[in-house]
């Protein structure tokens, strides 16, 4: 019995040092903008977290480090923001840290267009709603709307938006929506988490 406790305690530190170990990994490095799609001159934040501002950090894309998205002021969530951004800013953008340190990418859209679709910039966690809008340019007010996923239509909307109740890893893909007169927007794509907030600390095995 004494032999069965030690395994059992010595198997829950191992979990307990493996969930921590993954989590941190995950958690460390990550680049969050505050919108996917954008109009032309209008301003897009990023914020780089993780990374530590005495050592250096940068966000880039691939043109090169953003020079005024450089250092910061805070310890460990740093961020910046384009105040005018132009559809030749479109594309993927990171942060590095002088260490070598680098987080995911994410895939900015500027579109000099009418239309533009908002989406979640992080995942959407399964079982979870989530609410996509299409945003025209000239007006906020009768927007009817076409949504699509992968470039099949699902939805028409006489409100410019639509809501995935009990979202699940199905609803993972890439979403536009169109407005009649107006045009289209680009697509973005839309992350399912699987991860249970209810399964404690082996969540983390439970995440894709």
């Not at 900015?108 to 979640?120: F, K």
């Not at 938006?161 to 045009?183: F, P, Q, R, W």
């Not at 794509?189 to 699987?194: D, I, K, M, N, Q």
């Amino acid at each position: 019995m004494e032999v069965t406790a030690l395994c059992i305690r010595l198997l829950m530190t191992v979990l307990v040092l493996l969930v921590a170990q993954v989590q941190t990994s995950e958690a460390a490095f990550r680049i969050v903008p505050n919108r996917l799609q954008l109009f032309e001159y209008e301003s897009v934040q990023f914020t780089c977290e993780g990374f530590n501002v005495s050592s250096g950090w940068k966000v880039w894309n691939i043109k090169g480090f953003i020079k005024k998205c450089s250092n910061g002021t805070v310890t460990t969530t740093v961020s910046c923001t384009i105040d005018y951004a132009f559809v030749s800013d479109s594309g993927e953008y990171w942060c590095e840290g002088e260490g070598g340190e680098r987080s995911n990418t994410v895939n900015i859209t500027v579109t000099a267009g009418s239309v533009i679709l908002e989406s979640p910039v992080l995942p959407v966690m399964e079982r979870e709603a989530v609410t996509l809008s299409c945003r025209n340019k000239k007006t906020s007010t009768n927007i009817t709307a076409d949504f699509y996923k992968d470039g099949l239509h699902i939805r028409t909307s006489s409100t410019g938006e639509m809501t995935i109740h009990n979202v699940s890893k199905s609803d993972e893909g890439l979403y536009k929506c169109s407005i009649s007169g107006a045009g289209e927007s680009a697509e973005s794509w839309l992350t399912v988490s699987t991860c249970n907030k209810g399964e404690g600390m082996l969540i983390i095995f439970y995440c894709f």
